[in-house]
């Protein structure tokens, strides 16, 4: 069976300083996937997705960048945070022709 | 611009009673439309997903039906249990898209 792993689970930052988060995908080959953003009171919002390796597509402008170095990593990166990018983020991946999307367990960003 | 709407934001009933959750969204070229539970400081676990095609799925005591006409669904949740409470969340697939498209969702607590 499939599975999907994010670490960590949470991370306090001071503002100004990088970012790396990490989503793994297990039982399963060339996948989509996709990092999302959810704020305070807010829906989910499509930050980057991608449908192979190197291929990165990002849905809105902003201080964040994605990578995907493996065919099941899924990597989101910031140079320098801002206040702004608190947040829980979620991955994402694309299982069967249905176009069901499943998600990992989520990281909690605090920046200050 | 798609936009997806989930009322009421927030809604409390007794443990027994049967509920629907509403969703509605603009743009009725969807591919399919599903549905998640999310419990605080969690990802989100999939409930249902309906293709465009269909009417409606079931999975235990969750029914949902779409009507892309109206542009509505619905998630029906019948003898509610404390442990139903969680925020329900709406996306759908748009045709051609890559990404979902999510609501603000509902948040339900079911009262012992």
């Known amino acids: 069976s499939q599975t999907i792993h994010q670490w960590p689970a949470t991370l306090v930052q001071p503002v100004g300083s990088p970012l790396s988060l990490e989503c793994t995908v297990e039982?399963?080959?060339?996948?989509?996937l996709y990092w999302y953003r959810q704020a305070a009171g807010r829906g989910l919002q499509l930050l980057f997705y991608?449908?192979?390796?190197?291929?990165i597509s990002s849905e809105v402008p902003q201080n964040l960048s994605a990578s995907r170095p493996q065919d099941r990593q899924f990597i989101l990166s910031s140079k320098k945070l801002l206040l702004s990018d608190s947040g829980f983020y979620l991955c994402?991946?694309?299982?069967?022709?249905?176009?069901?999307?499943?998600f990992g367990p989520g990281t909690r960003l605090l920046v200050l | 611009k798609q936009e997806v709407t989930q009322i009421p934001a927030a809604l409390s009933v007794p443990e027994g009673e049967n509920l629907v959750l509403n969703c509605s969204f603009t743009?009725?070229?969807?591919?399919?439309l599903q549905w998640f539970r999310q419990d605080p400081g969690k990802g989100l676990t999939s409930l249902l997903l309906?293709?465009?095609?269909?009417r409606e799925q079931t999975s235990g005591r969750l029914n949902a039906s779409l009507d892309k006409s109206s542009g509505r669904s619905t998630l029906y949740i019948a003898a509610s249990q404390p442990g139903d409470s969680a925020t329900y969340l709406c996306a759908f697939l748009g045709l051609g898209a890559n990404n979902l498209f999510f609501g603000t969702g509902t948040r339900l607590t079911v009262i012992p």
């Open positions: 309906i293709q465009s095609s269909q």
């Open positions: 991608s449908v192979g390796i190197g291929q």
């Open positions: 743009d009725s070229a969807i591919y399919n």
């Open positions: 039982g399963t080959s060339n996948p989509n």
């Open positions: 994402a991946w694309k299982g069967d022709s249905r176009g069901t999307q499943y």
